[in-house]
Every structure is written in C-alpha cells, then in structure tokens.
T-cell receptor, first 112, second 115 residues
Framework: KQEVTQIPAALSVPEGENLVLNCSFTDSAIYNLQWFRQDPGKGLTSLLLIQSSQREQTSGRLNASLDKSSGRSTLYIAASQPGDSATYLCAVRADSWGKLQFGAGTQVVVTP | GAGVSQSPSNKVTEKGKDVELRCDPISGHTALYWYRQSLGQGLEFLIYFQGNSAPDKSGLPSDRFSAERTGGSVSTLTIQRTQQEDSAVYLC?????????????FGSGTRLTVV
C-alpha cells in the first residue's frame, strides 16, 4: 500500500528565507506527483504537477523536484513571503483511476 | 463554470439525520472525485466518477454513504443516518479526463458537523 510522508510537519521561517518541504512515498510506481496549498478553511490549490518521467517543474518562485527511484519529492519556495503561510500537501497518483494518496501536510508560517 | 463549486459550504445536522452534499465540477471535466478531510486523519479518498459511472467506490466508509452523478456533471454525496464520526470537510475535485497528464481542481469543501 502506498504511503506518503511529509517532513517536517510544521515550519516557521522569517520572511526572505528559502523554504524546503519534503515528501517521500513508499512505492515508486506512480503516474505523477502533485503539490497543493491549503489555506485555513479553504480547499486545495494546485501548485505544481510533475509527471513520473519528469525530474522537476518550476512556476515562479516555486520549484519541485522528483526522484522516483528513491521515492522523494522536494518543494522549494524561494524568498518566502508572509503570504506563503499555509499548509502544503503533496499527493501521488498511484493508480489508473486517478486516486490520489496524500501526505499529512507541512504547516508553514512565514513571519514578517 | 470557472471553478469547482460545492454547496452548502457549512452544514450542521443532528445525529441520525440524512444530508446531501453537492458538487458542480468545471464544465467539460469528465472525472470527478470526492475526498474527506478529518482532523488527525488527513485527506481520504471516497469515490471516483468517470462520466456518470463510478468505477472506484473503494473509499466509501460504510453503506450509509452513497453518491451519484447525473448528466456527466453535478454530483451528490449522500450520508444517511449521520454519526458524529462523519463530521469532516468533504472536498470535491474534477479533472479534464482523469488521465495522468491532467491535474485536479478542488472545490472549497463542505464542512459537516454532526451534533
């Protein structure tokens, strides 16, 4: 059974520092991996989608890497801002139906 | 529509009552998913629709839970005889085809509280 783990569970950094969020999964047979952001009381906002054949994806200050063989993905957020404060979730797609297996999330606080 | 719409946004119900949660996916998205987010449980998959068919219902926690989708669009998740452990945020997501090249768009969720 696929298990997804996110470390750390919580992270607090001063504004301007780079953020590094880790995601690991136990079964390397994945279709893709997606990073989401969740603000309190809100749904999930998709940040980046990495296909299993890709090594990384970039969008603005966000960069996500994928090492399928070792079962790891890392989300980098450059020059963090208070508006980056949220919970970040990674999810792997491990079956043909598209069911996602989520990690528990990393709660990020960026202090001004 | 521009996004995935869920209603109601909040629902408080008495234990034992039935509730219906609605999801209106992005127009043209054939794949629709329901997830549940409970405190301390993270996000759990409930059911997947492709068009009006549900090829994967493996996440429904009991026979009190059912879902349907009509016209390849709106989906309704029904919980009968609600219990306190059903309290959670119910999230709906849609995807263009459900294929691996496409990501998911989530709605804002319905927060269900059973008292």
């Amino acid at each position: 059974k696929q298990e997804v783990t996110q470390i750390p569970a919580a992270l607090s950094v001063p504004e301007g520092e780079n953020l590094v969020l880790n995601c690991s999964f136990t079964d390397s047979a994945i279709y893709n991996l997606q990073w989401f952001r969740q603000d309190p009381g809100k749904g999930l906002t998709s940040l980046l989608l990495i296909q299993s054949s890709q090594r990384e994806q970039t969008s603005g200050r966000l960069n996500a890497s994928l090492d399928k063989s070792s079962g790891r993905s890392t989300l980098y957020i450059a020059a963090s801002q208070p508006g980056d404060s949220a919970t970040y979730l990674c999810a792997v797609r491990a079956d043909s139906w598209g069911k996602l297996q989520f990690g528990a999330g990393t709660q990020v606080v960026v202090t001004p | 529509g521009a996004g995935v719409s869920q209603s109601p946004s909040n629902k408080v119900t008495e234990k034992g009552k039935d509730v219906e949660l609605r999801c209106d996916p992005i127009s043209g998205h054939t794949a629709l998913y329901w997830y549940r987010q409970s405190l301390g449980q993270g996000l759990e998959f409930l059911i997947y629709f492709q068009g009006n068919s549900a090829p994967d219902k493996s996440g429904l926690p009991s026979d009190r839970f059912s879902a349907e989708r009509t016209g390849g669009s709106v989906s309704t998740l029904t919980i009968q005889r609600t219990q306190q452990e059903d309290s959670a945020v119910y999230l709906c997501a849609s995807s263009f085809t459900g294929g691996p090249n496409y990501g998911y768009t989530f709605g804002s969720g319905t927060r269900l509280t059973v008292v």
